[in-house]
């Protein structure tokens, strides 16, 4: 157990310091950070954002007109995470293609496969690497997050923005680890980054595709949408099913990643 520990530890920092050493992870992450922001002044200032909401009541206040309550740092923390989950779509799967696919093309997949190393170990080290990246891509999200709630009346409860970033970050896992398990197939990063889009694309939108599906298949499919357990957390509410949910996902690319590896080390041997 010790040996594989420190297997996974020496392939997760190989591959988070290939990320901090990367020009296109910090293209990547500028783009994150630039789109990022573009959501936040948005949502805060926009047309329809935060301030004209409230000016909105506070006339609607001062008018002697009834005027709903509304929790406007909850509304911003819940709009800013769900923008931020379409936001994944589109990064994640750019950030995911080269676990594998680089490998392949610079002829290192081979070593990989026939080390001592066991593919899981590899697999996990790899996924705790990009992770750890994506983490300290959404540092500077959280701190814009802070300083726009700071100052909200009545404060807000920490519980919510602690569950919905951790949905955040588990969904994040989700899609890195099953945009592994199609990096590892292909020697192509385009083609990677293609087919991890249109994956996630369609397990983020079962939801959608099963209302129209009568039955108990439309109810699983429904289960298996990522967007509906991410929406979950996202307001607050800790579900255990999500969390399993995400953890399954996460758990299956690890697996089907392990097993692609195995299944090239036995076309070698």
Do not use: C
């Amino acid at each position: 157990m010790g040996v594989v520990l420190s297997n996974i530890i020496a392939i997760y920092r190989r591959e988070l310091q290939s990320y901090f050493v990367s020009p296109l992870a910090y293209g990547i992450a500028s783009v994150f950070w630039f789109v990022a922001g573009l959501f936040f002044v948005m949502i805060l200032v926009g047309p329809n954002g935060i301030f004209a909401a409230a000016a909105t009541l506070d006339l609607q206040a001062q008018q002697g007109l009834p005027t709903p309550t509304i929790d406007f740092a909850y509304e911003f923390v819940r709009a800013y995470l769900d923008s931020m989950g379409g936001l994944l779509l589109f990064i994640l799967p750019i950030l995911s293609m080269g676990l594998y696919a680089e490998e392949r093309k610079r002829g290192t997949l081979e070593l990989l496969a026939t080390s001592p190393i066991t593919n899981w170990a590899v697999a996990v080290g790899k996924l705790l690497g990009v992770v750890t990246f994506f983490i300290t891509m959404i540092v500077p999200v959280l701190v814009l997050e802070a300083i726009a709630i700071s100052g909200s009346n009545p404060p807000m409860t920490a519980s919510v923005p602690f569950v919905g970033h951790f949905g955040l970050i588990l969904l994040a896992a989700a899609i890195l680890s099953i945009g592994m398990f199609i990096s590892s197939l292909t020697d192509s990063t385009i083609l990677a980054a293609v087919l991890t889009f249109a994956v996630i694309l369609s397990l983020l939108f079962f939801d959608a595709i099963a209302k129209n599906i009568p039955g108990s298949v439309g109810e699983a499919l429904g289960y298996l949408s990522l967007l509906k357990h991410y929406n979950t957390l996202i307001q607050g509410i800790f579900d255990t099913s999500a969390l399993i949910l995400f953890a399954s996902y996460i758990f299956l690319g690890v697996f089907l990643t392990a097993q692609s590896i195995d299944a090239l080390r036995f076309q070698r041997q």
